[in-house]
T-cell receptor, first 112, second 115 residues
Framework: AQSVAQPEDQVNVAEGNPLTVKCTYS??????LFWYVQYPNRGLQFLLK??????LVKGSYGFEAEFNKSQTSFHLKKPSALVSDSALYFC??????????FGQGTTLQVKP | NAGVTQTPKFRVLKTGQSMTLLCAQD?????MYWYRQDPGMGLRLIHY???????AKGEVPDGYNVSRLKKQNFLLGLESAAPSQTSVYFC??????????????FGSGTRLTVV
């Protein structure tokens, strides 16, 4: 069965510092991986996706993610965090039938 | 170009009442999905549809029914609401084209409380 794990319920970072939100996956075949962000009382906004190609994927709002096949990871990163980046972040993998399977989410708190 | 529209945005139901949540998309997407979001559990798939007239069960289908009579609409029904169905419900759609050139589009959600 395909699955996604986000090992941290919450990540705390000081503004201006680099941030990492972790995601590991388990799939059969080639993984299609996604990151979404959810601000309070809002829907999900697409950040970036990995389908094929370069292992470093660049996305919206200065975020990027590194696909690591040997470690089955797809960690979300940003070189310099902003207070406005504080939100709930979801990693997801697309299974072979087209369904998105989500991790449980990680709350990012960026403090001034 | 509205994308994915969910109605209603908020609803309070009494236990045992029924209701229908509507998801409408104007992007001519083939695939549509209903998820529920609960704290600490991420989003879990309730039902999905790969085309007009077809539906399938997801991870947590019990207590819900769906219909896709028109390509642009995907309805989620609760026949007899229970407090365990208190949640935020999200609809999403996806085109059939190559995933490199497409993505999932989510609605803004419906917050349902069953008392």
């Amino acid at each position: 069965a395909q699955s996604v794990a986000q090992p941290e319920d919450q990540v705390n970072v000081a503004e201006g510092n680099p941030l990492t939100v972790k995601c590991t996956y388990s799939v059969s075949g080639n993984p299609y991986l996604f990151w979404y962000v959810q601000y309070p009382n809002r829907g999900l906004q697409f950040l970036l996706k990995y389908i094929t190609g370069d292992n470093l994927v660049k996305g919206s709002y200065g975020f990027e993610a590194e696909f690591n096949k040997s470690q089955t990871s797809f960690h979300l990163k940003k070189p310099s965090a902003l207070v406005s980046d504080s939100a709930l972040y979801f990693c997801a993998v697309r299974d072979h039938t087209g369904k998105l399977i989500f991790g449980q989410g990680t709350t990012l708190q960026v403090k001034p | 170009n509205a994308g994915v529209t969910q109605t209603p945005k908020f609803r309070v139901l009494k236990t045992g009442q029924s209701m229908t949540l509507l998801c409408a998309q104007d992007m001519n997407h083939e695939y549509m999905y209903w998820y529920r979001q609960d704290p600490g559990m991420g989003l879990r798939l309730i039902h999905y549809s790969v085309g007009e007239g077809t539906t399938a069960k997801g991870e947590v289908p019990d207590g819900y029914n769906v219909s896709r009579l028109k390509k642009q609409n995907f309805l989620l029904g609760l026949e007899s609401a229970a407090p365990s169905q208190t949640s935020v419900y999200f609809c999403a759609s996806l085109s059939r084209g190559p995933l490199k050139r497409s993505g999932y589009t989510f609605g803004s959600g419906t917050r349902l409380t069953v008392v």
